[in-house]
């Protein structure tokens, strides 16, 4: 659900994860972005005045046991998730998985193999690889 979903996410300090089928297939991909639209639309008429915001609302309590609310986090995930994830091979290298989050302007890439995720790739790590790279190179 989007409720465990977005335990999830909380618990693991992560602001993305891959939702797969019952064959770990990727299927979606949830964050944290995903999610706030999900619930906003679903509070949408819940929230009173145009320049009420969803954090407002739920701040003030308001909507603490608002249907919309309560309906909003028991979706099924595959209806807050963004589909058609981008995934790449387990050879793919740290250039390689670069160019296609830039280009594809996003944050992390799934990592398959024979149609099942095997890992994932965030920006993060990314920044990592080109830290450790730096420190080497500097002796």
Do not use: C, W
Not at 104 to 115: G, K, L, T
Request: no cysteine; aromatic share 2%.
């Amino acid at each position: 659900t989007v409720a465990e979903a977005a335990a999830l996410l909380e618990e693991e300090a992560i602001h993305g994860a891959p939702v797969v089928n019952s064959y770990g297939k990727v299927i979606g991909v949830v964050s944290r972005t995903d999610i706030a639209r999900h619930l906003s639309e679903s509070m949408e008429d819940a929230i009173e005045g145009p320049s009420r915001s969803v954090l407002e609302a739920l701040i003030s309590k308001r909507l603490a046991e608002d249907n919309e609310v309560i309906e909003g986090l028991s979706s099924p995930i595959q209806e807050a998730m963004s589909p058609n994830p981008v995934t790449a091979g387990p050879d793919a290298t740290a250039g390689e998985l670069a160019g296609l989050m830039h280009r594809e302007a996003i944050q992390r890439v799934f990592i398959v193999s024979e149609d099942r995720l095997i890992g994932v790739v965030s920006a993060s790590d990314l920044m990592q690889v080109l830290a450790r790279y730096e420190q080497e190179r500097r002796g």
